[in-house]
């Protein structure tokens, strides 16, 4: 079965620093990867997705993900954090073409 | 225009009470999605409309009723619930694909209140 594995359940980062947030995937065929962003109390934003193509995928807000299959990872990042970053980040796989399985999520925290 | 609206924002019941949520899109999605979510979790999908058909129940409770009158509008119907029942329930959207990865689009949810 399919899974998804966030490591950190909480990562804090100073404004204007760089982030990365980890996301390794446990799927037997070709996955379809996707990075949602939730503002606490408000529904889920897509950031980006990987389907096929080039593995460096590049999204909304200043974020890129890149796709590393040898690694099984699909790692979020940004070159430089807003304070209106912080929220909870879910990578998430796609099996049966429309059926989700979310990470546990991870809670970031930007300080000043 | 990615949109996925749901009302009310926020509803409070009784164990007694009847109610429900109302997701619409005007994507030409053709499947939607209920989910839910409790504090510090990820969403548990619930159930799954595809061309207004049910396609998948996730084993939920039948005090949890769901309806798709048109392809634009998905209800979920609430009867005698439990407290535990608490949460946020976001509904989706999605092409509805079936041979190709298909995208799911959220809206920003109903907090439920269960008193």
């Known amino acids: 079965a399919q899974s998804v594995t966030q490591p950190d359940i909480h990562i804090t980062v100073s404004e204007g620093a760089s982030l990365e947030l980890r996301c390794n995937y446990s799927y037997g065929a070709t996955p379809y990867l996707f990075w949602y962003v939730q503002s606490p109390g408000q529904g889920l934003q897509l950031l980006l997705k990987y389907f096929s193509g080039d593995t460096l995928v590049q999204g909304i807000k200043g974020f890129e993900a890149e796709f590393k299959r040898s690694q099984s990872s699909f790692n979020l990042r940004k070159p430089s954090v807003h304070w209106s970053d912080a929220a909870e980040y879910f990578c998430a796989v796609v099996s049966g073409y429309s059926t989700l399985t979310f990470g546990k999520g991870t809670m970031l925290l930007v300080s000043p | 225009d990615t949109e996925v609206t749901q009302t009310p924002k926020h509803l409070v019941m009784g164990m007694t009470n009847k109610k429900s949520l109302k997701c619409e899109q005007h994507?030409?999605?053709?499947?939607m999605y209920w989910y839910k979510q409790k504090a510090k979790k990820p969403p548990e999908l619930m159930f799954v409309?595809?061309?207004?058909?049910?396609?998948i129940n996730e084993s939920v409770p039948s005090r949890f009723s769901p309806e798709c009158p048109n392809s634009s509008l998905l209800n979920l119907h609430l009867h005698a619930l439990q407290p535990e029942d608490s949460a946020l329930y976001l509904c989706?959207?999605?092409?509805?694909?079936?041979?190709?990865?298909?995208?799911?689009?959220f809206g920003p949810g109903t907090r439920l209140t269960v008193l």
């Open positions: 994507m030409g999605h053709r499947a």
């Open positions: 409309y595809s061309y207004e058909k049910l396609s």
């Open positions: 989706a959207s999605s092409q509805g694909r079936t041979s190709s990865p298909d995208t799911q689009y």
